[in-house]
């Protein structure tokens, strides 16, 4: 599995796109599958992108160190936020 997210990460992939691809239920499991590919990522070299989530009501940005796929905005506590996208830079 983590062979095959890391092919699919070879192209910008969003978490509900890797949601779907694995019938992951729980956002924790997909966070911790793609915090496993960032150590194997780290271990060959490579680094795992994040392109963080957005708040679409007031524009917050969140961390884009963290792998963390929230569901709410810390700032005006809306549930409308654009999912991180992920994706392996291969150097
Ligand atoms: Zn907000």
């Known amino acids: 599995m983590i062979k095959r997210l ?5 192209n910008p992939t ?9 019938c992951i239920k729980r956002k924790k499991d997909i966070e911790c599958v ?6 194997i990522c780290k271990r060959k070299g490579w680094s795992l992108k994040i ?7 007031c524009g ?10 929230p ?3 810390p ?3 809306s549930s409308w936020i654009d999912e991180p ?3 392996i830079e291969r150097k």
Do not use: G, H, M
């Open 6 to 10: 890391i092919d699919i990460l070879s």
């Open 14 to 22: 969003s978490a509900s796109q890797i949601q779907k691809e694995f």
């Open 34 to 39: 793609i915090t496993k590919v960032q150590k």
């Open 51 to 57: 392109k963080p989530a957005i708040c679409k009501n």
């Open 60 to 69: 917050y940005t969140f961390s884009k160190r963290e792998i963390k796929i």
């Open 71 to 73: 569901t709410q905005c």
């Open 75 to 77: 700032r005006c506590k």
């Open 85 to 87: 996208i992920f994706w």
